[in-house]
């Protein structure tokens, strides 16, 4: 069962920080983001193992509950290379990895 | 230079014709995953693999097939039984949780 990603889309000026949540209604192993730019394959950002740690790349972090089951990605202060679809994968320690539906950010100068 | 190499990379058949994607990756990963991309659905798991000859069904494997012969290969069959053919396949592997996708394979039926 896939994820469920919100919201499915936003649109942000350039500096202006954003969240994208991710729910699952299965008891997690992890949880993964990816970046995907159109036309290109999705990138690795990073990935959450369960205990609630949160972790950070660059001005991108996420978090992960995992008593709700769920994730968050924040992005602060965005770039213009922000811009590209997120997805969130969640895995349930038997290597089966499901994507949401992607979330499509887009943020204009 | 390590990577994920799937090929074709544009591929066109007529109803009714099987057509083989390949996945070939020298990153010397265990697990190896195929996905197909539809606009609006996101990333859907068709077939993964943890180890050479074995795969598991993901959540829509209905009309594909895939084999595990060797680490480094995991191709993937398009039947003429699956229904609606025409997509964006995406091949990953995995050592440690981060997955490596190839660049995809566009299949069109015509």
């Known amino acids: 069962q896939q994820p469920v990603q919100s919201p499915q889309a936003v649109i942000l000026r350039e500096g202006e920080d954003a969240v994208i949540n991710c729910s699952s209604s299965?008891?997690?192993?992890?949880v993964h983001w990816y970046r995907q730019k159109h036309g290109e394959a999705p990138v690795f950002l990073m990935i959450l193992l369960k205990g609630g740690e949160q972790k950070g790349h660059e001005k991108i972090s996420a978090s992960f509950n995992e008593k709700k089951q769920q994730s968050s990605l924040y992005l602060t202060a965005s770039q213009l290379s922000y811009s590209g679809t997120y997805f969130c994968?969640?895995?349930?320690?038997?290597?089966?990895?499901?994507f949401g539906k992607g979330t499509l950010l887009t943020v204009n100068p | 230079d390590g990577g994920i190499t799937q090929s074709p990379k544009y591929l066109f058949r007529k109803e009714g014709q099987n057509v083989t994607l390949s996945c070939e990756q020298n990153l010397n990963h265990d697990a190896m995953y195929w996905y197909r991309q539809d606009p609006g659905q996101g990333l859907r798991l068709i077939y993964y693999s943890q180890i050479v000859n074995d795969f598991q069904k993901g959540d829509i494997a209905e009309g594909y097939s895939v084999s595990r012969e060797k680490k480094e290969s995991f191709p993937l069959t398009v039947t003429s039984a699956q229904k609606n053919p025409t997509a964006f396949y995406l091949c990953a592997s995995s050592s440690s949780g981060e997955l490596f996708f190839g660049e995809g394979s566009r299949l069109t039926v015509l």
């Open positions: 994968g969640t895995e349930l320690g038997n290597y089966k990895l499901t």
């Open positions: 299965k008891a997690l192993y992890s």
